[in-house]
């Protein structure tokens, strides 16, 4: 659906995945564009909805229609994850810099202005870190542990990984776009490129209404797919485990045969054997679904699919140029 609007190149573009947030929507569009008009600054939202099985499509429908000079709906046919519906987003974004921000106002709106203030001041990429989290301790603890983990392995710096309210200025975007993976994890993607990154604090409040989409699962999932597409150190752990395991075992064959020639057979020690060889096979097995994932990946980047398809976007066009008066001869 398109409509016909007088559209000037916008300077600021607010990227917002949604995926069955009807409950939270309007309270989202009653704080997002006053904070944006606020700016003093021309803007876009694009709203990417990633497959909602609720009434989400139909509400940015309507704030399309509302707003159809600076509103902008990406519809999936599918659900094809956050991360993906913000790389729709950017492939899209008309601004000098762009901004992601998730639809469930843990992020307050009214924060958009400092990560702008943080890219004029020169920065490419502005993260953020959610100061006093409202989520319960064992997900503050877990995210600590699974950061501390991500940062020794990938030596990618994010504080908070978690908060998806960032911005990143247009060549980083144009950059991001380039890539082309099938399966990344963007905030980690752009730090990569980013020249002059940096960190600010932000407010964190309460899901307004519904639930977290990320389960613990989700999270542990996310991560490793963060470690397993950013630093081969895994497998270079792997690879060292298994070469003291083959030392160990290799000491341990030459005592045994040692003790048989001094000792005689025995068969007390055949339940710590019994132990070690499980020991041994739990290894085996977590490295092989190790290199599964990498060659997973690497399968699914061969494969070169779509990452995703859109049935719909809702999108002014600009009005047409008035035709030039006709002259008149004498």
């Not at 564009?33 to 990633?50: R, T, W």
């Not at 992020?107 to 020169?122: D, H, K, Q």
């Not at 499980?278 to 092989?288: A, E, S």
Request: proline share 5%; glycine share 6%; aromatic share 10%.
């Amino acid at each position: 659906m398109q409509a016909t609007a007088d559209l000037s190149p916008p300077v600021v573009s607010v990227i917002v995945p949604v995926y069955n947030e009807e409950d939270v929507l309007p309270a989202l569009f009653d704080r997002l564009y006053p904070a944006l008009d606020a700016l003093g600054e021309g803007y876009e939202v694009i709203f990417v909805n990633d497959g909602s099985r609720d009434r989400s499509a139909q509400l940015l429908a309507q704030q399309f229609h509302r707003r159809p000079d600076v509103t902008r709906v990406v519809l999936f046919n599918g659900n094809f994850g956050q991360h993906m519906a913000i790389m729709a987003g950017f492939e899209r974004v008309r601004g000098q810099m762009a901004i992601t921000l998730d639809a469930d106002l843990q992020n307050p709106p009214e924060e958009i202005a400092r990560l702008v203030a943080a890219v004029r001041a020169g920065h490419d990429y502005v993260g953020t870190v959610r100061r006093q989290r409202s989520d319960t301790a064992f997900r503050r603890v877990a995210s600590r542990l699974m950061n501390a983990l991500r940062e020794r392995i990938t030596r990618i710096q994010m504080t908070d990984q978690g908060c998806m309210l960032r911005a990143y200025d247009r060549a980083l975007v144009d950059t991001l776009n380039a890539c082309g993976e099938v399966n990344t994890f963007i905030p980690a993607l752009a730090y990569t490129f980013a020249a002059t990154p940096t960190e600010i604090e932000v407010d964190h409040e309460e899901r307004h209404a519904g639930q977290s989409k990320y389960s613990l699962y989700r999270l542990i999932r996310l991560n490793f797919d963060l470690v397993t597409g950013f630093s081969i150190v895994p497998l270079q752990w792997f690879s060292l485990i298994g070469m003291l395991l083959a030392l160990g075992a290799g000491a341990l064959f030459v005592l045994l045969v040692v003790r048989r020639f001094l000792l005689g057979a025995e068969v007390e020690g055949v339940f710590t054997l019994f132990a070690l060889q499980f020991f041994l096979t739990g290894i085996m097995l977590f490295g092989f679904g190790l290199m599964g994932e990498y060659v997973g990946r690497i399968q699914q980047e061969v494969r070169r699919r779509p990452r995703y398809r859109i049935s719909a976007v809702l999108e002014a066009q600009p009005a047409p140029a008035p035709a030039p008066a006709a002259r008149v001869s004498a």
